[in-house]
Each structure stands twice: as C-alpha cells, then as structure tokens.
C-alpha cells in the first residue's frame, strides 16, 4: 500500500459510525462534515434537516469511496436535495481558489432561500471547512481568523488559509 492510500486508510474521519460524521456550523442553515452515499442523502434530509448539498469531491475522490455520481444525483433528486458539485482536487489549495466564488455563491443562496446546506468533501478536514470560512468571511462579515476560529471550535479540520488568502487577496 503507497503512502497515501495509507493516510487515507488511518485518517481519523472514516466514518466509524457508518454515516458521514456531521458538524453544525450555524444551527439551521450551514453543516459540514465528510462524503455521503446515496443511501445517506435520506438520512440527512431526515435526521439533519439539510435540502441542499454541495459537493467538493473531483472524480478521483468519487472513483476512490466507489461512488458513481448519477446514483448520487439520482439518490439526491429523489429525496428533493438540491446538489451542486465543484471537483477541487483533494490536496491541492490552488484547485480550490477558482471554485470558491461559485460555492460561495450557492451557498449563500442556499441559505437565503432558508434551506439547510451540507458541504462536504472526502472527510470534511480541508475543502469543506474552507468553503465555510469563506462563506463566514464573505456572506457573514467575519475575518478570516474570526472564521477559521468559529469554524475549528465546531470541527476538527485543517482548512486552507493559504487558498483563502489567495482568493480574497485578488477579489
């Protein structure tokens, strides 16, 4: 085994639960946490409340957990989950830049209509909790340190500031 399926293997978010591990951000409008299947989108709608997904996982990231994402948009359209994807390659700060505007965007029409927002990646360690910083720093007023602060104080995570900086530097 290579090292890095070997981290993927002894990550601390693989989900032991059996369900992705979820982290309230903003109570009724903004959650985080780690990939779902299609026979999870039920269970969050049911047991979370959430009405929209938006995904972080690229290809790579769906051929690894075995995911197919037409089970997956399927899986959401059934269970009336609005789903927006943005592929951002697992490790790589610089993929995440361009594609923070949009789910910045989405998010927060999301949220503006009053539905409950999932975002995810693999394990809701990077990209995820990125994405909501970025929506707390843009949408919420928040610093960037306020955000990354308010964001680790309700998820363990390890999001890219550096991609943050990047983006809001230039925007």
């Not at 369900?19 to 299947?37: A, K």
């Not at 957990?65 to 399927?74: F, N, P, Q, T």
């Amino acid at each position: 085994m290579g090292a890095r399926s070997w981290s993927r293997v002894s990550h601390p978010f693989l989900r032991p639960a059996g369900r992705p591990g979820v982290s309230v951000i903003l109570e009724g409008q903004l959650l985080v946490g780690e990939y779902p299947t299609p026979d999870d989108v039920a269970w969050l709608r049911d047991e979370h409340g959430v009405h929209a997904v938006v995904s972080l996982q690229d290809d790579v990231d769906l051929t690894y957990k075995s995911l197919d994402l037409r089970s997956l948009e399927e899986a959401y359209g059934s269970a009336g989950l609005a789903f927006d994807r943005f592929g951002v390659i697992d490790g790589d700060p610089d993929d995440l830049v361009p594609a923070l505007g949009p789910a910045i965007a989405v998010v927060a029409g999301h949220i503006a209509a009053g539905r409950v927002v999932y975002v995810h990646c693999n394990a809701g360690f990077n990209r995820a909790p990125s994405v909501a910083i970025a929506y707390l720093h843009a949408e919420r007023g928040m610093t960037i340190e306020e955000a990354h602060g308010y964001v680790k104080a309700r998820r363990a995570c390890a999001p890219y500031l550096s991609a943050l900086a990047r983006y809001f530097r230039g925007s």
